[in-house]
């Protein structure tokens, strides 16, 4: 073991000191494998996090509690290379006239019968240094009934988030969760639970949906999981946002399909016939399940301006460059994604190289911003195809939004373009079997086949988007095909594969209308299809996102990258195609290298016929305790496997590298699952009764219109009443 | 009632081996007979415990009511005399049967109640590097033996686990290093 990895790091405190001496001492007492896990775990629990430049300056900063923060910018977002427009700003919570300020949906709350449910209280902790998030999330569970239970919760996450830590809490007793293949875990859990133990299983039935299972819950007994997961945040124009999903949304499923999420109304398990279903409750039922959230934030440059119009909460400032945001009491009810966004200071991050070095090599990633020349000129002729979603789900508001949405960019036409309308539901169908050149009259046209255009039915999305990536296209115009939608089906895994299979030239930009949309679905959309993204919640400007958008492509676009990494050996770089570079929009690529990193990188792309060329300077190397960057790197590859198994090649392959992947890197994934089991001690003989956790359906979504109806004789019988 | 073992078994004792300063303990029927530090021959082991006891005292498989698939709970103990601890190394495994590690607790001292790390590879062999440190004031510390972590694991098949853990490191506050034993031990669960 190098010396010099870990004296950096040790300067002040005891902690800091306890770090190095530990090991010191283990240089000369461990095998490096066994030293490696030291330091990683003394890197953690410590909450340091050192950089050491390329020049030998080292910085000390420190994370949770005493944490510092990196640079931000350093590391990269999961969906760096996704171009997002706008953030949705999500519903605004109400004011209360006497407390400004909170909310006033515990009014709402506080209406309606009181479903008893396992699920108490969800409490957040998010530590966001940068533009890097630790998040805890504690699901306190409790048996409300008679007997035991098996409680089942599904719930969203961030779809980039790599979960990477389980512990089961029983009084005072903390149990650390292992992960394991997903059919072992299971296996583990099934025995468990049936022998009477107490045990607790995640899975990962979507990139941003989940199951936990927690087995032999007894009457009364509170029991608490806890996971942790990271994720980067995404950057655009000096905003940072950080979000987190409460609710899944209703989907739809195809008529065959067995493995989507389906939605059922509560008390009615298995009505869908989905592996996974989520059941809802009815309008004028609540439960009991409340909702704690507290972000520490250190943005590591000055903070300018935060704002959250999805939730009502508090902002204090404890110390100079640390804020603390947290969830005032009467905004608890968990049925919209909370959304921070905040302004740091300065226009823009810089462009930079990083890297994190380890025996044999390392991974490092690469900031791109496009260069000046590309402001200076004006863009190629557009063909536009809008694709709208006309399902039940989008009726009311969000079938407004997205009208509004292509109302306006129709009117930001040039002549020169072209455009097509497409709707879909059941079935879909266009304004007509051509592109339009966007003159007046096909404009005026355009906009009174969208006037006529209702949500209602169901979400055949397949046909819309075979409709409209087979469009006949010309070459000599930069084709968009825009998809306005909540997202919400089940069926993601076969329209993504249709989506690469049809792509050709078009680039995707996807719209998510709605308050707690499918994220998932909407950014692989613009992922896959080399586009962009943008969220429209209700109280969202169409005008401003529509408007942002087309200031981006008024100037042209730098196609066709390649980097040269200055003579090092740099592979399995992610995203593997290269974004396009439009104006205000980085690009972030991360590997793994061999040998030594490289010092420099070069960025060759073409503008029209014309190459241009520029590079990064600099580099810096992480100290070896931050190992955020491996597990970022694992988290992109094992989302690059995923993006190429929906193709349906060598599926099976595939499903054995991720699986080896996150395994080794300790991340929940499709394949991995963490188990917990109690084995000292087992609960009253008799299996437990299994009770889904019924959540709250989304805001501004039409319970009627997405939750499947179906008689009495079909209701699954409930458990016993609640405990006394 | 099932899971629950049939029988007490007696832990293991700490031995010194690999003449390293590496400490280990291993508990299970291959061993249980042998006093500390004795360096006989394992396959010494079966043969007298099978002259003392009989052929059934070996290999203990679980009774007729009990299932295949169980769980065991095992403490892993340190041993640091006089000296507060404040961070180790360890590193557990299991032989002899098909074990899988299910939990991970944390121990019996406010220092070391959180569950230590481990190295995700190297449990996919059921084989847990465990590591915790404290920082805290040395009253704080444990002293002597301690329980610093228990391992929540499912056996299956009809012998019993061998298990084996082994100190890589002890130190105290200061990461002096410190001359710790360490031993694990089967639970007796009611």
Redesign the interface.
Known sequence: MNQSTIQATCKTS??A??????G???RF??AP??M???L???G??AGCVSYRSAKGVSTISARLGSQRAAEPGALPSLDEELWVIARSEGIEAVREPESPGSGALLGKEAEGKEIPLPLKRTAVKAAVNGNLATVAVTQQFENPFGHKIEAVYVFPLPHNAAVSDF??TIG?????????ERA?AER?YK??RQ???V?ALLTQERPNVFTQSVANLEPGQPIDVILTYYHTLAYDDGWYEWVFPLVVGPRFNPPSSTDGVGAVAQGQPGASGQRTEVPYLRPGERSGHNLDLEIDLVPGVSLEETVCRSHAVEVERPDPGHWTVKLKPADTLPNRDFVLRYRVAGERIKANLIAFQEDQGGFLTLMVYPPKELERLTRQPLEVVFVLDCSGSMRGWPITQAKGAVRRWLTQLQPDDTFQLIQFSATASALGPTPLPANPDNVRRGLDYLHGLEGEGGTRMIEGLRAALDFPHDPARLRFVCFLTDGYIGNEAEILGELQRRLGQSRVFSVGIGSSVNRYLIEHLAKLGNGAVAYLGPHDSVTDVIDRFHTRLSHPVMTDLVVDWAGAKVTDVFPRRIPDLFVGRPVILTGRFTGPPPHRAQVRGRIGARTLEFHVPGRTVLAPGNRSLPSVWARLKMADLMDAAVLGTGAEALADEIKALA????LLSPYTAF????????TS?GDPVTVPVAVPIPEGVEYEMTVPQHTQGEKTPEPAGPHP | MTGQPKSVRPHGCTAQRGGQGVRRSRMGPGTQGFACGLAAPRWLAPLLLDLALGPGARGQSPSPAEPQVRFRVVDVFVDSVNRPLAAYQLVFEAHGSDVKIVGVEGGESDAFREPPHHDPRAIQKERVILAAFHTGASLALPKGRTRVATIHVQVQGATEPDYEVRLVTAATVKARKIQATVHAEERKTP
């Open positions: 005891s902690l000191r306890l770090r190095c001496r530990v010191t001492l283990l007492s461990a494998s066994v490696l896990l030291t990683l775990a003394l953690f629990l512990v089961l005072d007793r903390r149990i650390r969760g292992l992960i394991r072992e583990i025995e468990a022998q009477g133990y045990a395994l080794e890197f300790n188990v917990a089991v109690d084995a000292s001690r087992q003989a």
